[in-house]
């Protein structure tokens, strides 16, 4: 057994990393199912929209050969719409209120519809909002709006960043990394979601104007939050989480055992015959990051891969759908089964030791707690990825005095306990899905232009 890079030619890599959501092809395709949606009144589909697009008529739109109409539609609640509906578990949101469901016949493909209108509008560059022009006394054209800086060019902070800009705000985002997009660019599969895609879509919410993005600035190392807010109206913090859960068990520190999060940032950032991956690979977790860990570790040319989840399939974190997607692709399960030791040779990981679990009652998350059986068993591994969820930066959090509770930043309608500073997202909550990042952005925006308002009204 060994850990190998450029395992396959670069034919397999393409057909592997494929994207694994086709696009409509033609236009006919997408109007044939738009023309199924029933258009509902008081529609479920816009209720589970975490952004809450307006889904029955932006379909309507596809339908009346409205591209550029459907596209605002879309856009003016998620202004990354369009990388959405390739990520988002629409399975347990939109598609899954479809009233479809409950005659026994396939959803509207909502996502598949978004997509087509969305990219259309990103191919095209079609500017379809436009800042708002503030006057001076002598009605000359002035940005004198304010100036808002935003920490993290995330989801958060891009759809944040949007909407100040047009309302006439000037924006400066600070991102730590070279790219934006944050985890729609560094921490999502590959065959969802491509770089190329992630920059484009970067680059058409910048296309607005008023937006500067200032790379390789991070919070506590470049910059810091005294210093942005001498400079600027208001401060929005969106740096989302990212420092791994680590096992706390022996072994974890032998060679080949590493994060999913590092190992699904090294597929995105360096390539794929660059990214080694072992013969036989255990990964720990059932979130969407073990998921796209799994599956990403076999397309790279893994021989087995083995999840590992210490409860069942009923308390998995992940969707039905993104455990059909590791299945087939070969995956191997293991419920009920928790790591207890990593053990090698020559300090190179060689097998891995789990507890067998039960669920015993209910934990604070509502799920059965797992409890020790007593009885193990073990693996023969060459590599193990890591992916028991991802915590907050707290240190970070405390270090620049920021109420927060574990790490998680404590907001009052994005309010922090800091004069005019805001915050939203990941960072927020703990962790959730790109779209609920999006709405976090959009709601810290309304505050901020609220706070700049009156401010400016008491001065």
């Not at 950032?269 to 991956?277: E, H, L, S, T, W």
């Not at 193990?376 to 969820?389: C, H, N, P, R, Y």
């Not at 109420?403 to 927020?428: H, Q, Y």
């Amino acid at each position: 057994m060994a850990i190998l890079n450029n395992r396959l030619t670069n034919e397999q890599y393409a057909e592997n990393f494929s994207d694994i959501h086709p696009p409509f092809e033609t236009y006919n395709a997408a109007q044939v199912e738009a023309n199924r949606c029933l258009f509902c009144y008081d529609a479920p589909c816009i209720k589970s929209c975490p952004t809450g697009i307006n889904v029955p008529k932006f379909i309507k739109q596809i339908v009346t050969d409205n591209i550029k109409g459907s596209a605002h539609t879309i856009f003016l609640s998620n202004i990354m719409g369009a990388g959405c509906s390739k990520v988002c578990p629409v399975e347990k949101l939109c598609e899954g209120s479809c009233v479809f469901n409950l005659m026994d016949e396939p959803p509207i493909p909502i996502a598949k519809l978004q997509r087509y209108s969305t990219e259309i509008a990103m191919k095209n560059n079609w500017q379809l909002f436009k800042r708002k022009q503030l006057e001076t006394s002598n009605n000359s054209p002035s940005r004198d709006g304010g100036k808002v800086a935003i920490v993290g060019a995330g989801p958060a902070g891009l759809s944040c960043a949007h909407v100040l800009s047009r309302e006439g705000i000037d924006v400066t985002i600070y991102e730590k990394e070279s790219k934006g997009g944050g985890l729609m660019t560094y921490g999502i599969a590959a065959y969802k979601v491509t770089p190329q895609f992630c920059e484009d879509e970067v680059n058409y919410i910048l296309s607005i104007g008023g937006i500067e993005i200032k790379y390789n600035q991070e919070l506590g190392k470049n910059i810091s939050l005294a210093e942005l807010q001498k400079k600027y109206d208001a401060v929005y913090i969106g740096i989302g989480v990212g420092l791994a859960r680590q096992l706390d068990i022996p072994g974890e520190d032998l060679e080949g055992v590493e994060d999913a999060i590092k190992f699904i940032y090294d597929v995105r950032d360096k390539g794929f015959p660059a990214i080694p991956v072992g013969d036989k690979v255990a990964v720990i977790g059932m979130g969407m990051t073990a998921i796209d860990a799994a599956t990403q570790a076999k397309r790279l040319g893994a021989k087995e891969v083995t999840m590992l989840y210490r409860r069942t399939q009923q308390e998995m974190p992940c969707t039905q759908h993104e455990l059909d997607i590791a299945m087939l692709d070969g995956c191997k399960i293991i419920w009920l089964a928790a790591p207890k030791e990593l053990t090698g040779v020559k300090g190179k990981v060689t097998q891995i030791i789990c507890n067998v679990m039960q669920l015993g009652e209910p934990d604070a998350s509502g799920r059965r707690s797992p409890e020790e059986t007593g009885e193990t068993f073990s693996l023969e591994v060459d590599m193990v990825i890591k992916a028991a969820g991802q915590m907050p930066f707290e240190q970070l959090i405390m270090d620049n005095g920021l109420l927060n509770n574990k790490g998680k930043i404590v907001i009052n309608n994005c309010t922090t306990n800091i004069k005019g500073v805001f915050a939203g997202g990941d960072a927020v909550n703990g962790g959730k899905e790109v779209v609920d990042a999006v709405q976090a952005g959009k709601d810290g925006a309304a505050a901020i232009l609220n706070y700049i308002i009156h401010a400016k009204t008491q001065s």
